[in-house]
């Protein structure tokens, strides 16, 4: 988990009536030392239940005051119908309009005391759900489409927090109302009452089967907003292919179906908050005219005084009001229970990935081999003891290592719920899938090479690449840097190490160099032990290298140079761009292993050929890493010092590309379609 994450900018709340210290926010979730996510609000809201608590027994307080008013009412009538003077109607009116102050006050502070540690549970669910993504092995996010996880973390944790904020509040009113407006009808009158009493049962009863029908009803919908949420972002992302294949009303007309199946759903769902609302004012309608003609006949024949009959049925009002509410209360909560099981389903998903922020080679170094070690068997924290041959070489990026694939196997079935370096002897037992993605992969790439790996598309030629950084785990086998076990290191300890380029560039909102600086400028921050050496230039000199080896000369001629803002990922710049800016990214990292999927596919030869050379050679401390890539163009394969020909999972042939050119019939018709 990124100590980043952990910041957290302090709340001002500055009140003229009352100054308190910000509410604290809790700490993100440690998967590595074995905490894990809550399940219910309880830990969530321990850092906050002393405010809250007190939020809550000010509006048992509002509620308390709210239902005594009536009884106010009743002293004040009986007085006034015995003797009606100036002075007693101002002091009747007085009294009133301080009850009715101080109920506003009560209400004004329950708030105040409540929305604030309600926001922070909110935050801190909603910090957890993004720790939790980025914690998360890609096994998982590969099941959840990204717009179940956008609305899971936004309009679910907000449905969650009103329910806190108002709900439980609302929940608490209607218990005291029912509670203390009981006792007060039953001291005003018990045969009254009764008919209370017998109301309130009734309307109990016609909950029960809408509780039901609106959780279901309330799961579908939020179900179908997170789909549709997915609909719209790949719309977004492809719009430029929905523009070029010309499926604009194909894709509006699946939209609108999408919306109309949704309106539908809550259509239904409030027509139920209807019909519910609708029996509830009849019985309501009903136990009021029973009520009022039972006590009209008791104050007629003087067993009842009006002023008791008036606090009855102002306190039946004010009851019943609140009771009917629960409609709507109950209407909350079963939408902040799907909320709630919603994010847990996320929360409660296996394995994590524990990477903190790299910052230097700190990261990589161990107790035996401290940061700034000069040893030259040792280099980017991996030893060459005990090995056989030459494990690790002196390049300008200050070590590249050997990469060796040692009977690797792999399936994405058995990788749904990685395990951690602990866990690799307790699961290398289990039992893999028949068919797998990789099968009985062997292969070495000794420091400093080019390798390339073709084949057919699904041959496994990314996976391999993903096996690399642990992006996912081997099912079976063993994958080294150098001498050792990369299921032995830390996930920091690997990903230190490499760089990885993907087929489809990503870049970020921002700048030039934001983006190209985004892996390494935290270890620039904090200094370099050379003080002759300005983290400042130091850091600028790695930019303009970087930007150099992979041909980026594009970028002086932007409006602002490296400091243009290229948009969301960087749809403002071509596909060749945007690759070669990724390319960059990955350079500034100064990695010992990169890693290449596809990544020239939308540059000319010559470019191409430039930024493979500038790989090789290196420049000014940055390339000269192992590199491993993957390619389909015959120009690009031809660079590499050497070639694997993957087919269905397994390597069947290696050499040079003149070498499978000559010895593999496959390869040359892999070849020979590519350049058809």
């Known amino acids: 988990m990124s100590e980043a994450s952990t910041a957290r900018t302090p709340k001002r709340r500055r009140n003229p009536f009352l100054e308190t210290a910000s509410e604290p926010t809790p700490s993100p979730i440690d998967y590595a030392h074995g905490q894990r996510a809550p399940h219910t609000l309880a830990a969530y809201a321990r850092p906050i239940r002393v405010r809250w608590g007190v939020g809550l027994l000010v509006a048992f307080g509002a509620g308390a005051l709210e239902i005594s008013i009536p009884q106010v009412l009743q ?99 209607v218990a005291v109302m029912f509670l203390v407006g009981g006792f007060f009808m039953l001291r005003s009158s018990p045969s009254l009452a009764l008919v209370f009493v017998v109301t309130v049962p009734i309307l109990v009863l016609s909950l029960v089967n809408f509780t039901r029908k609106y959780y279901r009803a309330s799961h579908e919908i939020q179900q179908m907003t ?17 523009k070029a294949l010309g499926r604009s009303p194909e894709q509006i007309q699946e939209y609108s179906e999408s919306v109309d199946a949704l309106q539908v ?33 008791q104050v007629a024949a003087g067993t009842l005084s009006l002023g008791a009959m008036t606090a009855y049925f102002a306190v039946q009002t004010t009851v019943l009001s609140h009771v009917t509410r629960s409609t709507a209360l109950m209407s909350a909560y079963l939408s902040y229970k799907v909320a709630l099981e919603r994010h847990n389903e996320v929360m409660d998903e296996p394995g994590f990935e524990a990477v903190p922020l790299v910052r230097g080679s700190a990261a990589v170094s161990g107790p035996e081999h401290p940061q700034g070690a000069s040893d030259s068997s040792t280099v980017a924290g991996v030893s060459a003891e005990g090995g056989s041959g030459k494990e690790t070489m002196q390049y300008p990026s200050g070590g590249a290592v050997s990469v060796t694939f040692d009977h690797v196997q792999f399936s994405y079935d058995a990788a749904e719920a990685p395990v951690s370096a602990e866990d690799t002897d307790a699961n290398s037992e289990v039992k893999a899938p028949e068919v797998s993605v990789l099968k009985d992969v062997n292969f070495k790439v000794f420091p400093g090479e080019i390798l390339a790996l073709v084949g057919a598309t699904g041959s496994g030629k990314s996976t391999v690449l993903s096996l690399v950084p642990r992006f996912y785990e081997p099912t079976s086998g063993s994958l080294r840097f150098g001498t050792r076990d990369t299921a032995d290191m830390s996930l920091e300890e690997v990903r230190a190490q490499t760089a990885f380029v993907f087929e489809e560039a990503v ?20 200094g370099t032990e050379d003080e002759d050496y300005p983290a400042a230039e130091e850091l600028e000199a790695t930019l303009q290298t970087a930007l150099q080896l992979a041909a980026c000369d594009f970028v002086a001629e932007l409006p602002q140079g490296l400091d243009t803002v290229i948009g969301e990922e960087g749809l403002s710049l071509s596909g060749g761009q945007r690759q070669r800016l990724s390319l960059a990214r990955a350079l500034a990292k100064r990695p010992s292993v990169l890693l290449l999927d596809d990544p020239f596919s939308a540059l000319d030869v010559n470019t191409e050929e430039r930024i493979i050379t500038g790989l090789r050679e290196g420049l000014e401390g940055l390339g000269g890493a192992t590199t491993l890539l993957t390619a389909h163009r015959p120009s690009t394969v031809a660079l590499a010092d050497r070639v694997l020909l993957m087919v269905d999972g397994a390597v069947v042939a290696e050499g040079t590309h003149a070498e499978l050119m000559d010895s593999s019939e496959q390869y040359r018709q892999l070849m020979t379609m590519e350049e058809g």
């Open 75 to 173: 002293i004040i009538v009986d007085h006034l119908s015995q003797s009606t003077t100036e002075s007693a109607i101002w002091i009747a009116g007085g009294l009133v309009l301080l009850l009715g102050i101080a109920h506003a006050s009560f209400m004004y502070w329950r708030r105040w005391l409540i929305v604030d540690p309600t926001s922070t549970i909110e935050l801190s669910m909603r910090m957890n759900f993004f720790d939790r993504l980025l914690s998360a092995p890609l096994s998982l996010l590969d099941r959840w489409p990204s717009g179940q996880l956008l609305t899971r973390s936004m309009s679910d944790l907000g449905t969650i927090r009103r329910w806190l904020s108002f709900g439980i509040v609302q929940m608490l009113t």
């Open 507 to 526: 870049l970020f909102s921002g700048t030039v160099r934001e983006n190209v600086l985004m892996g390494v400028a935290e270890q620039y921050e904090h």
């Open 226 to 242: 997170g789909d549709l949420s997915t609909r719209i972002e790949e719309s977004v992302r492809g719009i430029r292919v929905i």
């Open 265 to 297: 759903r809550e259509y239904g769902r409030s027509m139920l908050v209807a019909r519910v609302a609708l029996y509830q004012g009849l019985i309501v309608g009903v136990s009021t005219a029973v009520a009022l003609a039972v006590g009209a006949s």
